[in-house]
């Protein structure tokens, strides 16, 4: 199944769908397991509790009616796994691998939808982007063995971790928390259609050149021993996203960096889970 948030025509509300072939089934309000859905959470949740229920819900508007939304519940905490894989920048150097995973947030207003405009910001040109795998909680659990974690996961999205480098050198929450700097969809890709997320690839590609491209399976911490880590830290809830690191490729590697500017057209993609696309403007 592939879940997601949008709207209808100009309306300004929110609306939470199951994506068909023919157009976007609406969920919000249908009752699953017992309770209607309310939120994006909720959806996921039922996803691996009820999925028959889901499946029940008649297609509404077809595809052209409709406009993404950020697939996740406005105010869901996210929750990032940084420097997750074997690469210099922007540490510089021989780095080694940390200890343990390196975490940080991303409040709201950081994420754009797909088909919507990253805002490259007045004060630096240094603007930069990540590919990566987000992991969207299904299950609660607190303190959650290595060999339970994947049980929690309730499904997968695409996400793009806008970085602003200068300010980045200020502090990590200041670099990666510039307003609309930063993208995910364009839906959630439900845990029963990925048998293995270390198998799935994730790609970046700046006005059709490909710029990132590596394997799940080459993170320094895996999906599973990231969700443990941070259910040691606070109880997991459905609808929390974890976003796993971005590998090498990203503009400021290159030799001379490579930042991104008005009018580039950039594509995210994890295979079997999907594809986000955006275009930068100035602010």
Known sequence: MRLLRYRIGEESS???????????????????????????GEAVAA???????????????????????????????????GANYHKKYPLGGN??????PVYF??????????????????????????????????????HIDIADALDHV???????DGSVRDWQRHSVA????????G???????TADQIANPAALEVICRVNGEERQRAGVSEMIFSVAEIIAYMSRVMPL?????????????????????????????ITFEVPGVGVLRNRVIDE
Not at 27 to 34: K, V
Not at 154 to 160: A, F, T
Not at 174 to 181: E, H, L, Q
Not at 241 to 248: F, H, K, M, W
Request: glycine share 14%; proline share 10%; charged share 20%.
């Open 14 to 40: 929110t609306r939470i769908g199951l994506a068909t072939a023919d157009g976007v089934a609406r969920l919000d309000g249908l009752e699953a397991g017992g309770e209607p859905i309310t939120t994006i």
């Open 47 to 81: 996803a691996l509790t009820d999925p028959a229920a889901l499946a029940q819900a008649p297609v509404g508007p077809a595809w052209d009616d409709i406009t993404f939304a950020v697939p996740i519940d406005p105010g869901a905490r996210m929750l990032c796994a």
């Open 95 to 100: 780095v080694q691998a940390p200890a343990q």
């Open 105 to 142: 947030n991303k409040p709201p207003g950081t994420l754009v939808a797909h088909g919507d405009n990253l805002v490259r910001p007045s004060v630096s040109i240094q603007f930069d982007y990540e590919v990566e795998l987000a992991v969207i909680i299904g299950r609660a659990g607190r």
């Open 154 to 160: 309730g499904g997968y999205s695409v996400l793009n």
């Open 174 to 181: 200041a670099g990666k928390n510039f307003f609309r700097s």
């Open 183 to 189: 993208s995910m969809g364009p839906w959630i890709t």
């Open 237 to 265: 809830e459905p609808g929390d996203v974890i976003a796993t690191g971005s590998p090498e490729g990203t503009g400021g590697s290159h030799e001379p960096p490579r930042w991104l500017v008005a009018g580039d057209e």
